[in-house]
């Protein structure tokens, strides 16, 4: 098995123990055999958890451990150490020298790459929030595509968009989705799959996005950043989030964004409280169109996955903090994975409005190459019906990092109808080129055109001791 970019593979075996693999990871399952798997990781990181009784063998490198059923993380460092944490239960490792060592629960070693004195286990790291290997929480625009996770709107639609309602959010690159990984000190962490380790209980980071767009359109240019502290205090994740924008004419708003706790754990799942981007819809490409006018809300927020019907549901406070008046209500969907795709139904009732629904979908077309999603539905608000419908391209990004969108959209009454291109470009890592493209349909006495835009987004992270 080998996995690309935003990519990760789950394999549960007959016996039911389970081995999820990280992104850019590789792993050969020699045997399959009941209790008694054996497999090697080449490169990468892998979380796994072996049925009690389970006399499993997992190679890496020259290191071997022999499982006897236990919660374990392997993972090969940049510089070919090989980490082996103990998350649950005890395991045998055998070390390159052929001695032998006991790692028992809340325990890891890292067994370097060439011979030195056997290395002894020590403490391992608390577990931080849901001991997630990068506390982002999956924020803002995530779509499961081709059976990859992604963030995919760092920019912004248009600019009247931009002006009228909230600028779209920047993406950040996703963790290795429900598996307890963690990662190494000093950050930011690499993206090659290579698993780094945090010492201390309380994780802090500073998220900066500065976004720079013209347009064919008033305002005609547009200067933009997000700040995102963010971090763990113990099982707690906390994120905060304000951009200012400023215009042609000089003109400068701040909001704020984002702005929440959240809790996980595997018997509860997630609870979020405050404001936060509310909608899991593939359907990431635009802010018209949706179930949800702008998608951030001030909410509590309940998730969790049974088996493999991912449920949210959550009290809106304000369903649109950026407009006069709160428009408090619920919002309900569930999603289900299908055929390396995902189907999710949605509703949400706010007060003044009528109930909202939405069916949306994502499935790949040929896979790994052109996927087909979309969106139909009626806006809770507008009290008309709409729908979206779109085609992605996961394989120009595994080939040659770009994400490109071409989305049609039936908009609800009083919107206008679009037919859009959208191109992000990674130039180097943390800096991606924009490209929108929209023909815009007639609507209330405001003529059909054209508008384009071109800009440079760079997004980098610090960590804050």
Known sequence: MRTGKRSYAEVTFADKSVVKLNERSELTVASTAAGKQEMELHQGSLWARFVKGSQATVRAKTTVAAVRGTTIVIAILPDGSVLVRVLEGELSLILPTGEQVTVPTGQEIIVPPRPAPPPSPSPAPPPEYGSDPIPTDQPFTDATISGTTIGTT??????????????????????????????????????????????????????????????????????????????TVGPIFYSVAIQPLTDLAGTTRSRFTEGYLAYKSEEVGIIRVGRQWISRSPVTATLVGKLLVSDIADAILWERTFQKTQVTAAYLYDAEPFVGGKQQGGYLRLAQPLRGGSVGISAMKVRGGTTGYALDFSQPVIPNEVDIYGEVGRDSLRRSRYYTVGLYFPGLYQRYDTDLFVEYTKAPRGAPNFFSVRLFQTIFPGLRFVFVGARRGAVAGVGSGTDWTVGLIYTTQFALR
Not at 195 to 201: D, M, S
Not at 217 to 223: G, I
Request: charge should be positive.
């Open 154 to 231: 760092p920019g912004a639609p248009d600019f009247p968009q931009i002006q009228t309602s909230d600028p779209a959010q920047f993406s950040s690159s996703p963790s290795l989705p429900g598996s307890p990984t963690s990662q190494v000190t000093p950050p930011p962490p690499p993206t090659t799959g290579g698993l780094q380790v945090v010492v201390r209980g309380r994780q802090a980071f500073l998220e900066a996005s500065g976004i720079a767009l013209t347009s064919d359109a008033r305002p005609r240019r547009l200067l933009g950043a997000r700040l995102r502290p963010r971090g």
